[in-house]
């Protein structure tokens, strides 16, 4: 979903407040600018939580993506188990914990 910008110095959001979070409710996104240079972003919780990664269980994720690519490729993919274990050994050797 692409989000509406708008920019606002910091007194313009200080002053227009309330109609900075009924924009936000919106879905406009609003960066705040103090000095010349962005101080904040002010955006919905939903869309902050996208950013987060919030309410997205990891392994949920990993299955839609095995259906997406098998239904492109049609033909079976590792279980997400094993993908996750991989990727977990391959960061453990990375990071030169466990496994390594």
């Known amino acids: 979903m692409m989000h509406r910008k ?3 110095s910091a007194t313009e959001a200080r ?9 936000v409710g919106e879905g406009e996104v609003v960066v705040v600018v103090g000095r010349g240079r ?7 919780p939903e869309a902050y939580a996208r950013l987060e990664g919030q309410g997205e269980d990891p392994l949920e994720v990993i299955l ?6 098998r239904a492109r490729r049609r033909e079976p993919l590792p279980p997400p188990e094993e993908v996750l274990q991989t990727l977990r050994e391959e960061r ?7 496994g390594r």
């Open 6 to 8: 708008r920019t606002l």
């Open 15 to 23: 002053i227009h407040f309330g109609e900075v979070l009924r924009r």
């Open 38 to 44: 962005p101080q904040a972003v002010i955006l919905s």
């Open 64 to 69: 839609d993506l095995n259906r997406a690519i």
């Open 92 to 98: 453990n050797r990375e990071l030169g914990g466990p």
